[in-house]
């Protein structure tokens, strides 16, 4: 008796296992479904689990409803423009933090915890009428120039170039390396690990992002992804399910395969905004 | 040069590089005792203009009758912003559904995260492929996600009014209907951010030593009283911690409501920083904006204090 039961426990977690999967696989699998139906079929009611027809078009037809290319391009410009400022300007900041001891630096690293904590949506305004005054809203700088610093890349490099052995800098110092030397090819290449993590995390909230663009641009030329996407269901008469899914496919494929390729990096850099 | 003065406990071997390059020891120690403020100032001045500046600035601008369309035309209008916010009903009401929308999807998003989190914190790999799948929403943009939903939620063809009408129930207005539109955000938010949650806690479950695990299982302590006397209080950091973020990420609300449902119907799914965005982008009502993200910057302040002040205790305690 003792062990039907505990075999029967085993089945119930396995289905409460697979509910749970389902739970948030299933929503992405049925935006997959209905970017490929017609939309008789997307009226259909009960709805067919599977596409009759693949229907491809779709996908062109989300495509070609507005400047897609310039909106990728623009999104790709954003994203990686960031990442590579945040990597200068945190490489050194996080060196100064992990390996000197000078006054203020308690209260400097204190102010960028701050930093950390503080979104962007309180100060938005601010910073839009600044940016107007320079001539710079609606243009690609007011996506970038913002976010140039990271309060999470400095955190998370200031840890790992703590963890790098003093003998290593020491050793370096005896060979008269420069401060400035030691700091790019020796402790940038050791936190080579925290640095894939930190341009994932970076990379992925900036392709996403939807606020920013929306605030700081109204013109196609400079808008990215997530916006174009974002403006595919105000067509009119009834709304095109089928494309619309299909646009947000475009726009999600990237951070999937990203997810299925880097998954452990991905979690940790998301994970690791708690320590 | 005051700062170099009184530097101390510096690294680096300025007298071997002087020697090395032969110029005075005292001038390079000078440069050597700038230079992590050197290495700090591209950072620091990024965060200056686009951090430090802009809350200043916003806390002038609230006391500015302004709009976005005409910048050179400010005039001070003292405390008017703040009596004209609390005297506009719809931002009472904004303040109270930021506030139910807080509530509900901390308070129930973070139960459900810390009982998936007992539940999945095993070995196996299974357990493991189930995170990451919990997980996944949590990456993808929130565009996605809201447009996702709207599609599910759609009150003719979408999924869940088809699966509600397959066991026989009533089919759902979700979003067109003031009464369920807050619970329909409240949901949406609660699916992509359950499994960011979960992660936390299996982080803070693992860290409590096994050892104290060991013990209670020789006391014969039933399953309940190990979870309210040991993993509870072990977790708590992580519980204030979650409590702290989620509290924030739950004000910032804003992407869910500009693309499902603008506000309405009839502004019941209206939260601050979207009137803040509405007031000053769309009704060009600076002042109000303004006044407004100053409560915003409040309550988020309080929060990042609450914060800093728990985490400098459990180092003391520690």
Partial sequence: MKRVGAISLKTAEWIGLLVVALLFVFPFLWMAST??????????????????SWEWSNFVRAWESGPFLMYTVNSIVVAVGILVLQFLTAVPAAYAFARYRFPGRSLLFGLVLVVLMIPGQVIFLPIYVQLSGWGLVNTLWSLIIPYAASAFGIFLLRQAFMQVPDEVIEAARLDNASEWRIMWTIMVPMAKPVLVTFGLFSFIYHWNDYFWPLIMTNSDEVRTLPIGISSLHMSDGGTLWNVMMAGNMILILPILVIFFVAQRHIIKAFVYQSK | MRKAATAHELPGTGQVQAKAAGMPVAWLELATRLRPYLYLAPAMICFLLFFFYPIGSIIYLSFLDWSLI???????????????????????????????????????????????ALWLNKKAKVYGIIQATVFSPHIISLVSVSMLWMWLMDPQFGLLNAALEAVGLPGYTWLADPKSSLLSLIIVSIWKGVGYNTLIFIAGLQSIPGDIYEAAALDQSPWWRTLVRITIPMLSPTIFFLLIINTISSFQVFDTIAIMTQGGPINSTNMLVYYIYEQGMDFYNGGLAASASVILLILVGILTALHFLFMSRRVHYR
């Fill in chain 1, 35 to 52: 970017a490929f139906k017609t939309m008789p079929e997307v009226r259909q009611f009960p709805p067919s689990l599977l596409p009759e």
């Fill in chain 2, 70 to 116: 005409n910048l050179e035309e400010m005039e001070w209008v003292g405390l008017q912003n703040y009596r004209d916010l609390l005297a506009d009903q719809d931002f009472r009401q904004v303040l109270g559904n930021t506030a139910v929308f807080t509530v509900a999807t901390v308070g129930i998003g973070l139960t459900l995260s810390f009982l998936l």
